[in-house]
C-alpha cells in the first residue's frame, strides 16, 4: 500500500495539472458511478488526507479516491497512449483541454458533497503531511494502549495517519526497536517526530529513502533486505508478520541493532 508521501505526491501533481480547469470529458467506470457526468464542472483542488485522495469540484463535489495496494493515478497529454495498465483496469478519466488524469485500479471511488468529507476520513487521526498536523495529538493517540505492539500502531490510521509498511520497519530499526515491541516501550514522541521527518524528506519524490544512500540497493536499512546483511553492522536481516492475523502484514528486522520481542523468523 502507498505511504502518505506518496499520495501527497499524487494529490499535489493532479492539483498542478487539474485544479482551475474545466473538465471536458469525465469517465467514471464503476457501476455506481457509470451514468455520472462531471463534464464542463472545473475542479477546485486536488489534496491528500493520509492516504485519501480528494479531488474536489465546484458546486460542492468531491471525488473520493484511495489507491491500496494497486490503485494508482497517471497524468498524460491529450491524444498521448496510456501506459499504466490495460483499459479494462482504467476507473476514471478527468481530461481537460490540456491533460488527461487516468485512475487505474481503484478499489475505492466515490463521489459524495465536500461537505460530507469528514464521513470517509474523520476517523483519521491527525495528517503527518496535512495542515492539521498536531504532533502532541499524534503522540496521545499512539500512546493510548501502551501494550499493543508498536508495529501495528503505527499502522493504524486512527492514530496518525500516512505511515505505511515501509515506514514501520524502517522507523522501528532507526529507533533501534522490534516491531512487536509496546507503544509505551518505544518511545511514542520519539517515533511521531522521527516519522514526520521521513515523510517531509521523501514527499516530493518517488519512493522512500530513508539512508541517505541513492544508491539501488541501499535506499533502505532492512525494509524488503529479507536475509541480506543489515546496513549497519552486517547482520542478516530478518523477517515476520505483524499485526492482527486477519490484517497481518510483513516487517523486516536485525536482530543485532533492534531490541525487543519477535516471533519465530524465517
Avoid at 491524444?79 to 481530461?95: S, Y
Avoid at 488524469?101 to 459524495?112: F, H, N, S
Avoid at 508498536?150 to 516491531?179: M, W
Wanted: glycine share 10%; hydrophobic share 35%.
Amino acid at each position: 500500500m502507498p505511504e502518505g508521501d506518496t499520495v501527497w505526491l499524487t494529490a499535489r501533481r493532479l492539483d498542478e495539472a487539474l485544479a482551475g480547469r474545466t473538465l471536458v470529458r469525465a469517465d467514471l467506470r464503476v457501476p455506481q458511478l457509470a451514468t455520472t457526468d462531471l463534464a464542463d464542472r472545473r475542479v477546485t483542488e486536488v489534496v491528500a488526507r493520509g492516504k485519501h485522495l480528494m479531488t474536489r469540484f465546484d458546486g460542492g463535489l468531491t471525488l473520493h479516491s484511495h489507491l491500496r495496494m494497486d490503485g494508482s493515478w497517471h497524468l498524460y497529454a491529450p491524444g498521448e497512449r496510456w501506459r499504466g495498465g490495460p483499459l479494462h483496469q482504467v476507473r476514471a478519466v478527468l481530461e481537460t483541454p490540456a491533460r488527461v488524469a487516468v485512475g487505474y485500479r481503484l478499489p475505492v471511488l466515490e463521489l459524495l458533497p465536500t461537505a460530507e468529507e469528514d464521513g470517509v476520513v474523520g476517523h483519521l487521526g491527525p495528517d503527518l503531511l496535512g495542515p492539521d498536523w498536531n504532533p502532541a495529538e499524534a503522540v496521545a493517540r499512539l500512546g493510548a494502549e501502551p501494550a499493543r505492539p508498536v508495529g501495528e500502531a503505527l499502522l493504524d490510521q486512527r492514530n496518525l495517519a500516512g505511515v505505511g509498511n515501509v515506514y514501520v520497519s524502517e522507523l522501528c530499526f532507526l529507533r533501534g526497536i522490534t516491531p512487536w515491541t509496546p507503544v509505551g516501550e518505544a518511545g511514542p514522541e520519539k517515533l511521531v517526530a522521527l516519522a514526520k521527518k521521513l515523510l517531509e524528506a521523501n514527499k516530493a519524490r518517488p519512493g522512500h529513502i530513508t539512508t541517505g544512500d541513492l544508491r539501488r540497493g541501499r535506499t533502505h536499512w532492512v525494509y524488503g533486505r529479507e536475509h541480506r546483511p543489515c546496513l549497519r553492522c552486517g547482520t542478516a536481516v530478518r523477517v515476520g508478520q505483524h499485526g492482527p492475523p486477519e490484517r497481518a502484514r510483513v516487517a523486516y528486522w536485525c536482530p543485532r541493532c533492534q531490541r525487543g520481542p519477535h516471533p519465530h523468523a524465517n
